[in-house]
């Protein structure tokens, strides 16, 4: 029966190509002739007046790096078209008003491909980087059941993005299908009859519509956006008939005139690889075939529709295409993959098989590169410090930060550590001079009474902080006593000795002196004599020979340094070194008792000085201070006035030190 039915249908088609007049087509009305299209709101010989059509291009021009909004696409939007005009390193973005990302969310790039959102499949389009001049583009069908937004991931001057979709309007007339038009029954007002029976002509109708359109319904890419996809009306449907709602009935006019006919079969359930289809079946006059509303026969009569099996051989084999890995790197250029195999489907089963089946396919890529996002870079905010010595071998540093593509300072992590510039390094800043190194000045003085001397000892030694260019301490040894009095003495006549210094050294044998002198003590004062009235007694020795102690360790140091800074605070230094007695370093010294080895300096306000060359050179430069790019040299050097306003406000603004 399958065969001898395909062989008829064969037949009627080819009578329908041989019948039908050149040079006329079919109209959306389905009237050989008509010169009906359907309009863009999806009306057959519409007039656009049902919709609105919402067009623009966005050509704002962006000076912020990151997401900006392009434009909302209302909930049930239709023919959604949107396009960069031109090439660009910008990427385009959606996301539904809930909050979820559906193309390049996250800072995460998306591959080119088909995304569900709102209700409709997105087509994203990124043409060939270099051998395509096109932009970036999301084209969908719809409608959308939720509000979407546009954003433009901004990375380098806008050049301008279009955006297209239709609105139904209150008064808009739904998308027109024309209903399967029957031999002899009224159509748009006219009564169509056709020099043929009516059996006849109907199947040769069926058949002539299957050639004319392929045996499929028509199919628009989502580049055509000005039509919308018509169902013809010629094709039945894969489910069992029973479910069609039949038309409004007439009034029951049951009788022996009219009986159930098998009017072809359902579509087959699938092209290929075993499918199922079902006897259709319609109620028509005995005699002219005509077919009529169901209420002419008797229900009870109507044969049930039997499965049949329909498209037996087996499908071409095809390539499965597995989901991508992820992207072996989290920034920056990398690697993913997946699964390709060969499989043929037979009985609703889908078998693997050896892959030379799928050799008259181009097989899919198994590996691509992948970026989901921008890699941070290190970037160098100050310049070498000064020499941390004034001679000698010192350090310096500067400041070494991890960047991200926005701008924004991030953690080390975030960038390559093998990449890092270095943050500090040696300086030699040439050979020191040599300073006179002193102890602080004894605390006692040598006599209890009149005149009398304190000490301190001096060595000369290399200087490291010093930058004065000595080749020596010189001759200007700095002194090593220092004149004393603790007041007048009293007694009678007399040999008067004071006390004795402190020995000439702390360790090891020294010498110490004392003044001796003839004097005359009164009630209230000492009258000095002439050592000659003290001839008669024995004069006490001036000078003798001492040990305090072992040799042990102290401390000395060198002059202060020049400060660092003329004004607003600067520091300086000097050196300090623990010696033993022969003038040898030690670490014998106690260190609670280490004199100071920096001190602050300076510390009035500096006089700010006026470069007339730091100007600002645009007009809007408070969006660059706004915006942070003060960071880049080109932004510091156009906009210098408000990048150093802005700078001497909050220091650390520009990362400097």
Not at 189 to 216: F, M
Not at 304 to 319: K, L, R, Y
Not at 474 to 500: I, L, Y
Not at 531 to 549: G, I, M, N, V, W
Request: hydrophobic share 25%.
């Amino acid at each position: 029966m399958f065969v001898s039915y395909l062989i008829l249908t064969l037949l009627h088609v080819q009578t329908a190509v041989l019948a039908r007049p050149v040079g006329e087509s079919i109209g959306c009305d389905d009237y050989l002739g008509s010169d009906k299209v359907v309009d863009k709101c999806g009306v057959c010989g519409g007039d656009n007046s049902g919709c609105q059509v919402v067009s623009g291009v966005f050509k704002h021009a962006l000076t912020s790096l990151g997401y900006h909004r392009v434009v909302e696409i209302p909930q049930g939007a239709t023919k959604i078209n949107i396009t960069e005009m031109h090439k660009s390193n910008n990427y385009l973005a959606l996301r539904s008003r809930s909050g979820r990302s559906i193309i390049n969310g996250n800072w995460a790039i998306d591959r080119p491909g088909k995304y569900e959102g709102g209700g409709t499949m997105f087509t994203y389009k990124r043409p060939n980087e270099i051998s395509s001049t096109a932009g970036e583009s999301f084209l969908a069908e719809g409608p959308t059941n939720e509000i979407l937004d546009v954003y433009m991931i901004h990375q380098q001057p806008n050049p301008g993005v279009h955006y297209e979709y239709v609105i139904m309007g209150t008064n808009a007339i739904s998308p027109q299908v024309p209903p399967h038009r029957r031999p002899g029954e009224p159509f748009n007002g006219q009564l169509v009859t056709e020099g043929r029976s009516h059996e006849e002509g109907e199947e040769k109708d069926r058949n002539e519509k299957e050639d004319v359109r392929g045996g499929a319904p028509e199919i628009f890419t989502s580049e055509s956006v000005q039509t919308f996809p018509v169902r013809h009306p010629d094709r039945f449907s894969s489910h069992r008939p029973d479910n069609v709602v039949p038309p409004a009935p007439q009034p029951p006019r049951r009788s022996r005139d009219h009986n159930w006919k098998q009017l072809g079969t359902t579509e087959c359930s699938t092209t290929c690889g075993k499918g199922s289809q079902y006897p259709i079946f319609r109620c028509v006059h005995r005699n002219t075939h005509e077919e009529v509303p169901e209420s002419y026969c008797d229900s009870s009569m109507k044969p049930t529709p039997e499965e049949e099996p329909c498209n037996i051989f087996p499908c071409p084999a095809f390539w499965d295409i597995g989901e991508w890995s992820e992207c072996s790197k989290t920034c920056g250029l990398g690697m993913q993959h997946r699964q390709v195999l060969c499989r043929q489907v037979y009985a609703n089963r889908s078998l693997t098989v050896q892959p030379y089946r799928c050799q008259h396919l181009d097989k899919p890529e198994t590996t691509s590169t992948c970026q989901l996002k921008i890699c941070s870079e290190w970037q160098v905010r100050t310049d070498w410090t000064s020499c941390s010595v004034p001679c000698g071998v010192g350090q310096r540093t500067r400041d070494v930060k991890c960047v991200s593509n926005i701008g924004d300072v991030v953690d080390d992590e975030e960038c390559n550590m093998k990449l890092r510039p270095s943050d500090i390094e040696n300086c030699d800043m040439g050979p020191c001079a040599k300073s006179w190194f002193l102890t602080e000045w004894s605390e006692r003085c040598s006599a209890e009474c009149g005149a009398g001397m304190r000490t301190r000892s001096v060595v000369c030694m290399t200087n490291h902080i010093s930058s004065l260019p000595l080749e020596g301490c010189g001759n200007n040894r700095p002194a090593e006593a220092t004149p004393c009095d603790n007041g007048p003495c009293t007694g009678k006549v007399e040999w008067f000795a004071g006390s004795w210094s402190q020995c000439s050294i702390e360790c090891g044998s020294g010498t110490q002196q004392r003044e001796v002198i003839c004097v005359r003590k009164n009630a209230d004062t000492f009258e000095v004599l002439d050592p000659y009235d003290c001839s008669f007694l024995e004069r006490p020795p001036s000078q003798q020979s001492c040990h305090l102690k072992p040799c042990g360790a102290k401390w000395f140091n060198t002059e202060w340094s020049m400060c660092s800074k003329s004004c607003q605070g600067g520091f300086r230094v000097r050196e300090v070194r623990c010696l033993s007695d022969d003038m040898t370093l030690s670490n014998l010294c106690d260190p609670q008792l280490k004199p100071e080895e920096k001190e602050s300096c300076n510390p009035q306000d500096c006089v700010p000085e006026v470069d007339e060359n730091c100007k600002d050179r645009y007009y809007n430069c408070n969006v660059v201070v706004q915006a942070r790019l003060c960071v880049y040299n080109y932004y510091k050097t156009a906009c210098c006035a408000s990048c150093t306003r802005v700078a001497n406000r909050h220091p650390g603004f520009l990362g400097s030190r």
